[in-house]
């Protein structure tokens, strides 16, 4: 194979088929080029190695299993992990929170949420005593059941007045004012992580084609795995996916409509 992006699909489809990380060496053989050639194509097309890209095949994976196995345990050997230790340490990293209350539906996490209506629609904010874990855009009712379906026994406490500071910030942004930086809580892949901390660096009033994207996190070659990593973007307006457009201007997708992220900007713009 002798494009990058080739060799990258290839060797994502055998850690997808894997469910997990598989050797570099066993990967470069298979596109028939170089561990050191093949860890330099994941860095330019996807910005992560391809060790990073089969730990999150694997966390992925590890999510359904832990919601359908007998044990954690169980859930534990299925994913694939050599040792207990390094599932636990792996896991409860990248899940958040211990494979176990995942496993149960969070029944130890304490979520404080507060719904809002805004210019742009009801927002819901969910949060940890971190930071922001979820914000999503759309009709109140919706919202919460949506907020519910994941983690269902989790402790989800509406608390409108320890809110209030995170509402009031949500409005100003949607209204196109000047808001503080909202703390966040959110778990995502190596990639995904420095793509959000890129879109919190563009300035209200102003926008980023995804290609600028790529390249301010010295990874010009990813714009796919950017727009991927902005739609995935769990804590919209706090994290501001909206203001990412395509090179020729056009505003692209938006996972809460076109017409919001048109009015979001017109907003920031004015």
Known sequence: MSNPRD??????????????????????????????????????????????????????????????????????????????????????????????????????????????????????????PIGLAAVRIGSGPELEAGMRAEFPNATLERDDAAMADVMNALRAICAGKSAPELPIDVHGTAFQARVWSALREIPAGQTRSYTEVAAAIGSPNSVRAVARACATNPVALAVPCHRVIRSDGSLAGYRWGLEVKESLLARESA
């Open 7 to 128: 060799r990258v699909a290839a060797a994502c489809a055998l850690m997808s088929e894997a469910g997990g990380p598989v050797a570099v060496n066993d990967l470069a053989s298979a596109t028939h080029c170089s561990a050191r050639q093949l860890q330099r194509d994941f860095s330019d097309v996807l910005g992560v190695t391809p060790r990073q890209f089969g730990q999150s095949v694997r966390t992925n994976r590890t999510r359904h299993l832990l919601r359908s196995s007998d044990t954690v345990l169980d859930a534990a050997f299925a994913a694939g992990y050599g040792s207990v230790r390094g599932f636990y340490e792996e896991a409860a990293r990248r899940l958040g929170m211990p494979p176990a209350d995942y496993s149960a539906g969070a029944p130890r996490q304490v979520l404080l949420w507060s719904v809002a209506s805004t210019d742009v629609g009801d927002v819901i904010a969910v949060a940890t």
